[in-house]
């Protein structure tokens, strides 16, 4: 008999797709999916579950836990987030015409507006206009400048799928079991108990000077926060939950986990600063269970 960490991850087709990922995002864990399974609790899709590094979500869609509690500091994409639970129609009809025309210019144009007016929206226009740019800015990159604006260029996609309205209605049903929220990584302690299963995937640690793309939100991740991250990880694990966490292979961060175990997973990432350099790199996940 599959075990329920292993069916989530291979339904049987139905009217709707399977819950995946809406937004690219940098780092994201999609590909790490067939590598995580082993990693994972047998049962964890019965656990609640909480990740307060959303992002793009990949195992959270994977899993399609019957409770989860998720959350981000990047204001903007938790908005997002609680437009395709809330207001998912008004979503819909607000991205449907970005869809027509997709140009570099438009690109730019859609960036200015958001820049400029996202203030005086509605939540479903900012929603649909943080989707377009996301899925046509350069590799997925969502970053801000201190003003808290978007700086990414545009990609280079001729055809770009940012309107899918049977996935986003299937991402639509599986969020509505989930409880959102904005803020700092910490606050998964007031939320988490034990027996919880706890996912952390933040920004990781730079493997050089120039390797890090940590600004997504305004304030960056630094050493501190990774220090600060570690403890949380430690509290969590003596509340008994159980944490998982994802991060850089080098040697801070197999320091500061040095009591837990670790396993390295192979990612394929850019390895140089050109960004056309790509191959596999290794990453650490770190559990506090077997």
């Known amino acids: 008999m599959r075990s329920a960490c292993e069916s989530s991850f291979n339904r049987e087709p139905g009217w709707l797709p399977a819950p995946a990922p809406f937004l690219k995002w940098a780092g994201g864990k999609s590909q790490l999916l067939t590598q995580f399974r082993r990693l994972l609790p047998a049962d964890a899709a019965r656990r609640r579950y909480h990740e307060p590094f959303l992002g793009g979500g990949a195992l959270f869609f994977a899993l399609a836990p019957k409770r989860a509690c998720l959350g981000d500091c990047n204001a903007d994409l938790m908005a997002t987030y609680q437009v395709v639970q809330r207001d998912l129609e008004g979503l819909l009809a607000a991205l449907a015409p970005l869809t027509r025309g997709h140009s570099q210019a438009r690109y730019y144009g859609v960036r200015r507006r958001w820049n400029t007016q996202r203030a005086r929206l ?82 990781y640690q730079p493997l050089s000077r120039t390797a890090s793309f940590t600004a997504y939100a305004r304030g960056g991740f630094g050493e501190a926060d990774q220090r600060r991250l570690a403890d949380v990880f430690g509290q969590l694990d003596r509340r008994g939950c159980l944490v998982m966490l994802s991060n850089s292979d080098c040697v801070p961060i197999r320091t500061l986990y040095r009591h837990f175990r670790i396993d390295a997973v192979q990612a394929a990432r850019s390895i140089n600063s050109k960004g056309g350099g790509r191959g596999l790199i290794s990453e650490l996940v770190v559990r506090n269970y077997g």
Not at 145 to 167: C, K, T
């Open 122 to 203: 509605l939540p479903a226009q900012r929603a649909a206009l943080f989707i377009y740019l996301n899925k046509t800015g350069y590799n997925g990159l969502w970053r801000v400048n201190s003003r808290g604006e978007n700086n990414v260029p545009a990609g280079r996609y001729q055809r770009p799928g940012v309107y899918d309205p049977a996935l986003l209605r299937a991402d639509a049903a599986l969020l509505a079991r989930a409880q959102l929220c904005t803020g700092p990584f910490e606050s998964v302690l007031e939320r988490a108990q034990a027996g919880d299963f706890v996912y952390l995937d933040p920004p």
